[in-house]
């Protein structure tokens, strides 16, 4: 490779790395958040497009704004603390029995709040403040009824406790809680993993 050729391959890959410094790109679903070195985590998100930056003094971050499946199963596996989702719950139910506990409940971020979860929080947020919420508030409401109540008839009742539970903490953070769905409640005898054992 010849002194001209090695010059112009250096020379498209600085071009390169600037221009992509000027400009963040947002796909469909997503939005970014820019961290200034000079006035921290600013308030504007940047909304699905292209949009300017200061490059080497502004950090653009994504977030994505559609809805988040926070699953609650047996196939998790806890390698990545960011990960969303967790391993089965052990619970304790109203009259005694303790019980595992796996499901999927639907979140999605506040765009408007997005900066402030990124400037309090970090990014890091599922294992702050869903993961330890979410064990916690299936406890306790696990405690409000018998493991026949769960299982059965109030199964429904359960869910939308559930729900209310989440949204009463989520909320005023910044996350929204779209669903709650239980998919299976056992004896924890069933369970090789559970957090909270």
């Given at each position: 490779?010849?002194?001209?050729?090695?010059?112009?391959?250096?020379y498209?890959?600085?071009?390169?790395?600037?221009?992509?410094?000027?400009f963040?790109?947002?796909?469909?679903?997503?939005?970014?958040?820019v961290?200034?070195?000079?006035?921290?985590?600013?308030?504007?998100?940047?909304?699905?497009?292209?949009?300017?930056?200061?490059?080497?003094?502004?950090?653009?971050k994504?977030?994505?704004?559609?809805?988040?499946?926070?699953?609650?199963?047996?196939n998790?596996?806890?390698?990545?603390?960011?990960a969303?989702?967790?391993?089965?719950?052990?619970a304790?139910?109203?009259?005694g029995?303790?019980?595992?506990?796996?499901?999927?409940?639907?979140?999605?971020l506040?765009?408007?709040?997005?900066?402030?979860?990124?400037?309090?929080?970090?990014?890091?947020?599922?294992?702050?403040?869903i993961?330890?919420?979410?064990?916690?508030?299936?406890?306790?409401?696990?405690?409000?009824?018998?493991m026949?109540?769960m299982?059965?008839?109030?199964r429904d009742?359960?869910?939308?406790?559930?729900?209310?539970?989440?949204?009463?903490?989520?909320?005023?953070?910044?996350?929204?809680?779209?669903?709650?769905l239980?998919s299976?409640?056992?004896?924890?005898?069933?369970?090789?993993?559970?957090?909270g054992e």
């Open positions: 490779m010849s002194d001209d050729s090695i010059d112009k391959l250096m498209s890959f600085v071009m390169d790395d600037v221009l992509k410094g000027f963040i790109k947002v796909p469909p679903g997503y939005v970014a958040c961290y200034d070195l000079g006035r921290g985590v600013l308030k504007k998100v940047h909304t699905p497009g292209l949009h300017f930056k200061i490059p080497f003094w502004q950090k653009a994504l977030f994505n704004t559609q809805t988040l499946e926070y699953g609650i199963s047996r998790f596996t806890l390698t990545n603390e960011r969303m989702g967790d391993i089965p719950i052990a304790v139910t109203q009259d029995k303790r019980i595992g506990v796996e499901g999927t409940i639907l979140l999605r506040d765009v408007h709040q997005i900066p402030s979860i990124w400037q309090t929080v970090g990014e890091d947020f599922v294992a702050k403040i993961r330890p919420t979410v064990r916690s508030r299936i406890r306790m409401v696990a405690s409000r009824f018998d026949q109540e299982i059965g008839a109030k009742a359960v869910e939308t406790e559930l729900k209310n539970e989440l949204e009463r903490i989520f909320y005023s953070r910044g996350i929204y809680v779209e669903n709650v239980l299976e409640i056992g004896d924890i005898s069933e369970y090789k993993h559970t957090a």
